[in-house]
């Protein structure tokens, strides 16, 4: 049984805030940065694994999904619209969410040091090995350049696709690493009635 995911905008989610179950599908890290009240952090990569908790919490009331922009937390609905869950995705994700004046929560616990959303983390390292190949096609070897034009031609694949696969391996480093005792807790309150 398929669902079909509403949207909801920021000022309706702000309205429902105390009636809705949070989920927040960005890495650790960026949960960390600053989240919606209230969410609970399981990173997209780990949805699947947390599928019974999700239902579990959907039969007791509605289930938001954010991230940063939109992206990842309308990808997280349509996985769990296809395994019979009813989601609703936040337009716009956290970024919105602080765009509306709306407050942030950041654990008292976590690092003190700045964290970079997985997009912000991307640019860079797109932009880094763009400017690595020139420089090293100009300096040591044309063939160098292969380097720019492969990073030119994923940034494409990945805009049509939607998809991408440097965001996946650069979520797999150990700052965005999920740390299973923290996703344990998460589901443990998901279960919870």
């Known amino acids: 049984m398929t669902t079909t995911p ?3 905008d920021t000022e309706q989610a702000r309205a429902r805030l105390d009636d809705l179950t949070v989920i927040d599908v960005r890495t650790p890290g960026e949960y960390a940065s600053g989240h919606l009240p209230g969410a609970l952090n399981i990173p997209l990569d780990q949805v699947r694994r ?3 908790e999700i239902r579990h919490a959907a039969g007791r009331g509605d289930v938001l999904v954010v991230c940063a922009s939109g992206a990842r937390s309308e990808n997280a609905c349509r996985l769990l619209a296809q395994e019979g869950i009813p989601t609703a995705s936040l ?3 956290t970024r919105a969410w602080a765009g509306g004046g709306h407050e942030l929560h950041r654990p008292a616990a976590c690092d003190t040091r700045a964290g ?7 640019r860079f390292t797109a932009g880094t090995v763009v400017l690595v190949g020139l420089l090293l096609g100009l300096l040591v070897h044309p063939a160098f350049q292969i380097l720019s034009a492969g990073i030119a031609g994923g940034l494409v694949l990945s805009a049509l696709t939607d998809t991408c696969g440097m965001a996946a391996v650069l979520g797999r480093l150990p700052h965005n690493r999920p740390r299973p005792a923290d996703l344990a807790a998460t589901l443990a309150a998901l279960r919870r009635d």
């Not at 970079?116 to 991307?122: G, L, T």
């Open 91 to 93: 337009t716009g994700g």
């Open 116 to 122: 970079w959303s997985m997009e912000r983390q991307v």
């Open 6 to 8: 509403l949207i909801l």
């Open 50 to 52: 947390a599928l019974s």
